[in-house]
């Protein structure tokens, strides 16, 4: 008869499977974690990094029809707000592609169109939601304005306010204790309206002027900095983001709070990951995209036809069929679950939920419910996901995203999936998620990257 030990499964931490090499380079993989975290606060900022990673790899841009062989590094910039990078293999293509998918977006609050506005002494600028976010957790805490302007002649303005120390910020008011008795008595949903998400901008009005004279003061400064006017700002894209930098989080610094691990802290194993795989037989490819937040729609997210063009591109270039190429591949959708809380507790599935400190987490299945809107990954993909991570000594665990009939949610995978690629979800835990400044902890952000390693290597 076998031992106990070998007849029960046992979640186990990172701290106690790994040991004190594996931790403390966790906690030095961290440092680059954060400073990319804090450079990346939009999707195009993301794109921006990736790039300038990719560029110091050896990685060069690549465009459709290019002549590709084994060794080669490119990638593809798609307008500048998603990035996908692959390295050819020595193998055949045929035999498929290692590909690990993440995404670029997160949560945050958008500016309308035509968003500047004066009342009561104060200049405002509308905004409209991005994904799924609780609404009071914006309100009374700084925040930066980050995004691109179009000009009329073409120029594209960079805008960056509220980083820089010697930056402004921008705030959303909050009602004060003593005048809440009716808004307490409501619920959360009701509470808090998104067109009352209104950025405080400005209250010094300009002199000699009689009417919208603070919003007036708004607009100069937007002038005098960027150049712009009011009506560039039809053509923009400008995002209303935490103003808080990334910082290490308890006394013994094992977590990171930050905006945005959602899903940058699949992303950037994912891309650093395949930056080292260099030696890889496989054709290895980091897809990183936008729009995962508002369902991937659109040519920047996971449901454009891109990712079916390129793995055609490549095929072709290298002498490959392309139903084989995809059947054969296998992708890992580098998403975000949530770590369990136990301030918390009721909404989750303790022995079924990712926990901090324990490793990558695998969710075979996403979706909500009776597994509305999943591809939930096949028992053979996850038995060959489970020994490449266990030949490479990586700490995994499994999870699902709380309890069966509480909620939900979605990820890329199944879009992939969809496209006969083996996909699963592998990603890290994160408490406080789609809120304006999250929590991961290091050494799980760090069985990521070892995971995503392993995967592009394994035989």
Same mark, same amino acid.
């Given at each position: ?35 990319f975290l804090d450079a990346a606060k939009t999707e195009r900022e993301a794109v921006t990094e990736c790039v300038r990673m990719a ?40 035999? =498929? !592609? $290692? ?9 945050? &609050?958008?500016?309308?169109? +035509?968003?500047?506005?004066? @009342? ?11 994904? =799924? !976010? $609780? ?9 930066? &304005?980050?995004?691109?302007? +179009?000009?009329?002649?073409? @120029? ?60 007036m003061g708004v607009l100069n400064y937007l002038y005098e900095n960027y150049g712009i006017v009011e009506e560039d700002l039809l ?225």
């Open positions: 008869m076998s031992e106990k030990k070998e007849l029960i499964y046992e979640k186990k931490t990172v701290y106690e499977k790994a040991g004190a090499d594996v931790v403390n380079a966790a906690y030095d993989y961290a440092k680059g974690y954060t400073r560029e110091e790899a050896g990685f060069l841009p690549y465009h459709f029809g290019d002549a590709l062989k084994a060794g080669d590094k490119r990638y593809y910039n798609n307008r500048g707000k998603g990035i996908y990078l692959f390295r050819v293999g020595s193998e055949s293509i045929n035999n =498929g !592609i $290692r590909i690990t998918a993440a995404h670029l977006d997160s949560p945050r &609050l958008d500016l309308k169109q +035509v968003p500047v506005y004066e @009342e009561s002494g104060m200049c405002y600028l509308k905004t409209h939601y991005y994904g =799924g !976010i $609780r609404k009071y957790q914006w309100l009374a805490t700084p925040l930066a &304005l980050h995004g691109v302007v +179009v000009k009329q002649n073409g @120029e594209v303005v960079t805008v960056v306010i509220g980083e820089k120390d010697s930056d402004p910020v921008m705030y959303i008011t909050d009602l004060l204790p003593h005048l809440a008795a009716a808004e307490n008595e409501k619920p959360v949903s009701k509470a808090f309206q998104a067109e009352k998400l209104n950025i405080l901008v400005g209250s010094r009005p300009v002199d000699g002027e009689e009417k919208d004279a603070v919003k053509s923009a894209e400008l995002s209303i983001v935490p103003a808080a930098k990334a910082r290490d989080v308890g006394l013994d610094r094992s977590m990171i709070g930050g905006y945005g691990h959602d899903d940058r802290c699949c992303a950037y194993p994912s891309i650093t990951a395949l930056i080292n795989a260099d030696d890889s037989v496989h054709t290895t490819m980091c897809i990183l995209v936008d729009k995962e937040e508002t369902g991937s729609d659109g040519v920047s997210g996971m449901q454009s036809r891109l990712i079916l063009d390129l793995i055609g591109e490549i095929t072709k270039a290298l002498g490959g069929n392309e139903p084989t190429v995809r059947a054969n591949s296998k992708c890992l959708s580098s998403d975000v679950t949530a770590t369990f809380d136990p301030a918390f507790a009721d909404v989750y599935e303790h022995r079924n939920s990712s926990l901090i400190g324990c490793g990558v987490s695998m969710c075979k299945f996403t979706g909500s419910r009776g597994k509305g809107g999943t591809s939930d990954a096949s028992a053979e993909l996850v038995g060959w996901v489970r020994r490449c991570l266990n030949e490479a000594g990586v700490v995994w665990q499994t999870c699902e995203l709380g309890k069966t009939d509480v909620g939900g949610g979605g990820t890329v995978a199944k879009f992939l999936a969809n496209h006969n690629i083996d996909t699963v979800d592998l990603g890290v835990g994160v408490l406080s998620m789609h809120a304006p400044y999250e929590l991961i902890a290091k050494v799980d952000l760090y069985e990521a990257y070892r995971a995503f390693y392993a995967f592009y290597l394994f035989e």
